[in-house]
């Protein structure tokens, strides 16, 4: 077993100049040379960075590193910098290991799977039109983002669980507020209470007035009010916030690759092989962790238990042991095996649902202004780098009007 030769002061998340898609250059020679690397987190825990596809692969199919809240210090600077959070309250099974999650996914999983979220399809094609046409009555400038890229998920996750749309803003800044890491935990923390006791009030509404929602068939479970509202907070929050980037970032690496685009336009054929693409490319939730649950040897270095790693998913979807020229956007190319979405028990429960809604929202937007072009200059476009999701918080495009 090697002694590792380099330690990391700090996650590195400087992005190369002019290429804004792409992972910091430190993370790709890390690939190469030492892919699995000690780190000191930012609450001073001695850790491990990770860096490549099989091994990032590895840790998140390995039931003996946990995703336990209270057990993980976290790699991102701002987030958890006061100690580890708090043990996941009930139903919010995302900080969970196996057999308590295990309760909730399989409750979920059927009322997630590829078919139900299929039959949604039309569904999402109908608000889609909706807001494009709004759009081309506004027109012919918008904040993409404020006009199609965030309110199209929202709406979708909102009717899917039961949620009035009516009340998006407030659960909208809270879901914000909980993924930036400029705010202290405890507010961090709040922005989350504040979700979950929403929530909670409109469960019991529902176990009096039942609707046709996943929150409404939640009630005839076992599952308490909290339970409920959990799950249902995870959903909001993973349901409309990472789709919604994943909607405008695509829209921007399409327009910078026009020759691609063209053949996206030109082809319906190309259009889940584009979403896996994007989703491969962009790796918007670019940093996971996990936790030792027992001494484990990974990459040639002793993992001791206790020991928080940090998963750089962004580097992993970028390596060329899996994806040949990995930096190019090739929407031919054969994208599978990416870890977007995660792996193994973890996975993400609605990794079909985002895929619907960009294989609607993405060639309708195109198809209805193919003179679709940015109206903003890229070096000024607001990227979030402070969250744990990469995102953009405004993106103005123009088109010509018929």
């Known amino acids: 077993m090697s002694r590792p030769a380099t330690e990391l002061p700090e996650l590195p998340v400087k992005r190369p100049s002019g290429c ?4 910091p250059e430190e993370l790709a020679q890390l690939r190469e040379e ?3 690397v000690p780190m000191f987190f930012p609450d001073g825990h001695r850790g491990w960075l990770v860096t490549s596809h099989e091994l990032v692969r590895a840790v998140l199919e390995d039931n003996r590193f946990s995703a336990r809240f209270e057990l993980i210090h976290s790699p991102l600077h701002g987030a958890g910098t006061k100690g580890m959070l708090p043990p996941a309250p009930p139903g919010m099974f995302g900080g969970m290991d196996l057999p308590e999650s295990g309760r909730y996914r399989t409750l979920l999983k059927p009322r997630f799977s590829s078919r139900q979220m299929d039959k949604l399809q039309g569904r999402i ?3 889609t039109d909706g807001y494009l046409d709004a759009m081309e009555e506004h027109g012919p400038s918008v904040d993409l983002v404020e006009a199609y890229a965030l309110p199209i998920p929202a709406l979708v996750i909102c009717e899917l669980l039961g949620v009035p749309y009516a009340d998006r803003e407030a659960f909208q800044s809270n879901a914000i507020g909980v993924n930036d890491n400029d705010l202290p935990t405890e507010e961090q923390w709040a ?4 979700i979950q006791e929403y929530l909670t009030g409109l469960v019991v509404a529902k176990r009096t007035n039942p609707c046709d929602d996943l929150m409404s068939e939640l009630t005839e479970t076992d599952l308490t009010d909290e339970e409920i509202a959990n799950i249902a907070a995870l959903m909001l929050g993973a349901g409309f916030e990472t789709t919604a980037n994943m909607i405008a970032l695509g829209t921007w690496v399409l327009l910078r690759n026009p020759e691609q685009l063209a053949a996206f336009r030109s082809d319906p054929a190309l259009t889940d092989r584009t979403v896996e693409e994007l989703l491969r490319y962009l790796t918007i939730t670019h940093t996971g962790a996990r936790a ?3 001494d484990v040897e990974l990459g040639g270095q002793l993992i001791k238990a206790g020991d928080s790693i ?3 998913n962004q580097a992993a979807n970028r390596d060329p042991k899996k994806f ?11 994208a599978a095996g990416h870890v977007a979405f995660g792996r193994g028990v973890h996975l993400c429960m609605g ?5 619907v809604e960009m294989r609607v929202t993405l060639p309708s937007l195109f198809a209805r202004f193919p003179t679709l072009r940015l109206d903003i200059d890229p070096e000024d476009i607001p990227l979030r780098f402070n969250s744990d999701v990469f995102g953009v918080d405004r993106l103005p495009v123009t088109w010509d009007r018929a």
């Open 20 to 23: 804004p898609f792409d992972p």
């Open 34 to 36: 030492q892919p699995v």
């Open 125 to 127: 094609q109908e608000i």
């Open 191 to 194: 922005c989350l209470v504040a």
């Open 292 to 294: 030792a649950l027992e």
């Open 310 to 312: 940090a998963l750089s």
């Open 324 to 334: 040949p020229d990995p930096n190019a956007f090739d929407l031919h190319r054969q």
């Open 351 to 355: 990794k079909d649902l985002a895929r």
